[in-house]
């Protein structure tokens, strides 16, 4: 039997965890996801306290915040990958996550690292035209261990897309690319989110990459959603707008970088 990929999840429907006290408030109707009271320990330490989030249908949001401060907790609540949270999740519908590793099976071709998991008619032809958006059709038949880090990435990416998802998770997967490459992928990803639409959240450190992907940026610090800031813009946006200018300064304080500390 293949062993199972971690992080690659079809289908994920809504469900209760065990509940926190209190009583959290109703989900978001049309949500792509909704939390509620969702916390979470690691011995004596919180990671997640009480916290809520919706994300809407479509919706491109960007999570930032300091190293520890439990992004990447939060996302794996999302996807269904850590049990030992609690408060309420809800995410109707499926949904795939890409992390900073591409995590592709070294001993399959792209084309079954594509497909790996899917259950449709034909995983193979779904696979194909996933590869073919994400411009590795060529790279189908290689092995994982010939990519570059780019083609790495877009493999894993439409290793999550191929899955229909209505909500994407994205956990830094640009942080280890070049600039060059790191650029490329962000016009890449828009492309295809503006194809599909499904919701998106993207875990980065990056408040540049966030100012430029999403449509709402939000901090978390001390378990919580500490602030959130709605990007307006147009796509593709210029870093050196005034409102981005503006808007990066105000996340970065809220970051706790003082305006001194910044570029």
Do not use: C, Y
């Amino acid at each position: 039997m293949a062993p199972r990929l971690r992080g690659v999840k079809e289908d994920f429907s809504e469900r209760t965890v065990v509940p926190a006290p209190g009583q959290p408030a109703p989900a978001a109707p049309g949500a792509a996801a909704s939390v509620r009271g969702l916390s979470r320990r690691f011995g004596h330490r919180t990671v997640l306290d009480a916290l809520d989030l919706d994300i809407a249908s479509g919706e491109f949001v960007a999570l930032i915040g300091r190293s520890g401060s439990g992004k990447s907790t939060l996302l794996r609540a999302l996807a269904g990958l850590d049990r030992e949270v609690t408060g309420q999740v809800s995410a109707p519908g499926p949904v795939s996550v890409a992390f900073q590793e591409p995590r592709l099976v070294p001993w399959k071709r792209v084309l079954a690292n594509a497909a790996l998991g899917l259950r449709v008619a034909d995983p193979q032809a779904a696979a194909r035209t996933a590869l073919d958006e994400v411009e590795l059709a060529e790279r189908a038949s290689a092995w994982p261990g010939t990519l570059s880090g780019g083609e790495a990435q877009r493999a894993s990416l439409a290793r999550a897309l191929v899955r229909d998802p209505r909500l994407l998770l994205l956990d830094e997967p640009f942080s280890a690319l070049d600039a060059l490459t790191r650029i490329t992928m962000h016009r890449l990803v828009l492309a295809l989110w503006q194809r599909h639409r499904p919701a998106v959240l993207l875990v980065t450190h990056d408040v540049d990459e966030a100012l430029a992907l999403a449509d709402r940026v939000l901090v978390l610090g001390e378990g919580r959603i500490t602030h959130s800031s709605t990007v307006a813009l147009p796509r593709p946006r210029d870093r050196d707008h005034p409102d981005l200018v503006a808007l990066r300064l105000l996340l970065l304080t809220e970051l706790g970088v003082p305006a001194g500390e910044t570029d």
